[in-house]
């Protein structure tokens, strides 16, 4: 009993100390309202082993290598430039499928033969063992910057967890230490991160991990777009100080280029015409192109080939290495978009088997356009998917693997709880290797990061 005090006192002070840090980098306010960002505190990591390490390793080769998936993607989408395939039955629905959701004005910047990749992606796994994986992909965010400070500070955390002493990654700061350092990056001419107007939720946790790189003399900067001033010489900050200021810089190098909100309601008055020329022209560099088909669902239901087209079947097997292809899919649970086509199997499935299948709008991001079997939301939203064909996707649900953790409540930090918990393991891929994996953990299967989950690093230990 006595150990077990000890114990629970030196959980306390961890969680304790971790939010006098959430507070002092403004994710938290003080006091005991902490703010929408009031997730529940950890003292735990997720330990996973070294075979499940060499798996996530693989899945990171797969993403990145010559004929993988983000390499196959490209060459999928640019038969989308050849009339005569866009004509066949099957090239107009990887043509629409790819194209879903895609602001008009920029329909122009993505050119046959851009076979850029992005320096970092993230996926959103399920811990599936004694299946074919340890894992399953259950999502691809190749087009976006969310989660590097939450990843950033899970790894800070972990650090603080005195008896663990095991194999740790490099981390996002230590990567963009490399991306910015090849890409030629100064403090004068920083790279910058653009967090979108519809992205705000990001904001305070991507300008902390902006400071963490500074620290560690990492030209970064994250410009909310209210923030970002376009003219033709670049990208600068719109505080008044441009072109002279203490503040000012001007550069052609940018982390990312979001979805902008320029008109309409509570929009901006960003430059976004101007923007997108510049990328267009060569002028303006992305270590993250625009290129939002990388993060739809759509082409994961594409490569999964859920509905076994063999005219597809073809087309990707001319895109993608045909191996890698094979054990894409033993990774990616079966996927297929919803169109007209295939709406009388989609009614049939939720008919027979309405716990078996999940429903996801191609272009949504965490929970926002997902129904799981658990709520009421499938019938509607596949009404919403037959309104709208090539939108949304229908993927097979994956048996996954719970695990205890330990865990305080924002509010009140003196009493640590345990719980059974799903989980989303998420490694933040590079064409180098993996930079960390992110692990978010609540009760309930539909995971993604509400307050009542908790946010933990991985470490690799037998």
């Known amino acids: 009993m006595e150990r077990e005090q000890v114990i629970n006192l030196n959980e306390t002070r961890l969680v304790q100390s971790q939010a006098r840090f959430l507070e002092e980098i403004g994710l938290w306010e003080a006091g005991s309202d902490k703010g929408r960002f009031a997730f529940r505190l950890s003292p735990d990591v997720l330990e996973l082993n070294f075979e499940q390490k060499a798996e996530l390793e693989e899945i990171n080769d797969l993403m990145f290598s010559r004929g993988g998936f983000f390499d196959g993607a490209n060459r999928l989408f640019d038969r989308t430039f050849d009339q005569r395939f866009i004509s066949t039955n099957t090239g107009a629905k990887v043509l629409k499928t790819l194209r879903s959701g895609l602001p008009k004005a920029e329909r122009e910047l993505i050119k046959s033969g ?13 811990l599936a063992p004694d299946q074919d994986s340890e894992f399953k992909i259950l999502e691809v965010e190749g087009d976006k910057t969310h989660a590097f400070g939450y990843a950033t500070i899970a790894e800070l955390f972990a650090r603080q967890i005195a008896d663990v002493t095991t194999e740790r990654l490099p981390g996002l700061v ?219 996707v229908m993927q097979a649900k994956v048996a996954q693997e719970t695990r205890t953790f330990r865990f305080a409540e924002p509010n009140n930090l003196n009493i640590i709880k345990r719980a059974r918990m799903f989980m989303r393991i998420s490694p933040f891929c590079t064409p180098g290797g993996i930079s960390t994996v992110c692990v978010t953990g609540r009760e309930t299967s539909d995971v993604h990061g509400a307050t009542d989950s908790i946010l933990i690093s991985t470490v690799f230990k037998e």
């Open 114 to 126: 851009d076979r850029q990749m992005p320096a970092v992606c993230r996926l959103d796994l399920a």
């Open 174 to 392: 230590f990567d963009f230490g490399t991306f910015l350092k090849g890409a030629g990056a100064t403090p004068e001419k920083p790279a910058v991160l653009i967090v979108g107007r519809e992205e705000m939720f990001y904001e305070t946790e991507l300008k902390f991990f902006a400071q963490i790189c500074r620290k560690n003399l990492i030209p970064l900067v994250v410009l909310a777009e209210r923030e970002v001033q376009v003219s033709t010489s670049g990208i600068s900050l719109n505080d008044g100080s441009f072109p002279a200021g203490k503040n000012s810089f001007t550069t052609d190098l940018l982390v990312n280029l979001p979805v902008l909100t320029p008109d309409g309601y509570r929009g901006t008055g960003i430059d976004a015409d101007l923007l997108l020329r510049l990328f267009a022209e060569g002028k303006i560099r992305c270590l993250i192109p625009p290129k939002r088909f990388l993060g739809s669902k759509g082409l994961l239901a594409l490569v999964s080939n859920g509905d076994n087209d063999p005219e597809l079947e073809t087309i990707l097997r001319g895109c993608f290495d045909p191996g890698k292809l094979a054990r894409l899919r033993e990774l990616i649970p079966s996927t297929f978009v919803i169109s007209k086509k295939s709406k009388v199997r989609a009614l049939a499935e939720l008919d027979e088997n309405p716990g078996a299948w999940v429903i996801k709008k191609s272009m949504s991001s965490g929970m926002r356009g997902v129904a799981l079997p658990e709520g009421n939301r499938q019938r509607s939203m596949l009404g919403e998917a037959v309104e709208a064909p090539f939108n949304y």
